[in-house]
C-alpha cells in the first residue's frame, strides 16, 4: 500500500501540517506566466495543493486553468479563498486517472511528493496529458535523492535521463529567483512535448 495515498494527504491539510505551502505562487513560476501572450492556453496544476498559481493565472485572463488533487481539503481552500475560480476546474481525483489534454502543465511540488518508484509514470502520464506540442513547466528540487520524503529529491542527470525520450529539454537549469529558503536548492525547466 501507498503510504502517501489519499487520507495521507487530506490529513496534512486538516492538520495545517503544509511546510511546503509558501502561501503565495513562487516567484519562478510567476515569471513565466508572466511572459506568456496567449491566455487562451488550457492549462492544468496537478497535486495543486492550496493552488496560489491557479488563482494567479485565472486573476490574469487564463481562464482555461484547472487543477487536480487527490486530497479534497487544498480544493475546498482555493475555492473558499477565491470563490470566482470555476468549479468545475476544481478537480478531485488521482492524477494518475486523468483523461483530458493541455497545452501546459505547471509543475510545483507535486513531483517532489511522489514516491520515486512512480517517476516513469509522471513521465508517461504528462506525455499523455499534453497536446502535440505541449509544455510542460516548472520546478524541480536539486539535492540528493532520499529514501524518506516528500520531498524526494533528484538532480540534472536523472530528470534528464527520465524526459529526455518523450520531451525536448528546452531549458533545465539552476533557479536565479528561488525564494530565499529554497535558494540553490531548485531548478528552472521547459520541456516541449516531441
Not at 481552500?77 to 502543465?105: A, C, V
Not at 533557479?175 to 529554497?182: E, F, L, T
Amino acid at each position: 500500500m501507498n503510504k502517501f495515498d489519499k487520507s495521507y494527504w487530506e490529513e496534512k491539510y486538516k492538520k495545517n501540517k503544509t511546510g511546503w505551502d509558501i502561501g503565495y505562487i513562487s516567484t519562478p513560476i510567476k515569471t513565466y506566466i508572466d511572459q506568456l501572450k496567449n491566455k487562451n492556453v488550457s492549462i492544468l496544476i496537478p497535486g495543486a495543493g492550496n493552488s496560489y498559481e491557479a488563482e494567479y493565472l485565472h486573476l490574469n485572463g487564463f481562464s482555461k486553468t484547472s487543477v487536480i488533487d487527490i486530497a479534497k481539503q487544498p480544493l475546498l481552500n482555493l475555492h473558499t479563498r477565491f470563490p470566482d475560480f470555476p468549479e468545475e476546474n476544481l478537480i478531485h481525483s488521482n492524477f494518475f486517472n486523468h483523461q483530458n489534454k493541455y497545452d501546459l502543465i505547471i509543475e510545483q511540488t507535486f513531483f517532489c511528493a511522489l514516491h520515486p518508484s512512480q517517476r516513469e509514470d509522471y513521465v508517461n502520464k504528462m506525455y499523455n496529458l499534453l497536446n502535440e506540442g505541449g509544455k510542460l513547466v516548472g520546478l524541480f528540487f536539486d539535492f540528493k535523492l532520499t529514501k524518506e520524503g516528500p520531498p524526494f529529491g533528484g538532480n540534472i542527470i536523472e530528470y534528464i535521463q527520465l524526459f529526455y525520450a518523450k520531451f525536448e529539454i528546452k531549458v533545465l537549469e539552476r533557479c536565479y529567483n528561488s525564494i530565499k529558503p529554497r535558494d540553490g536548492r531548485e531548478l528552472f525547466f521547459i520541456f516541449t512535448k516531441k
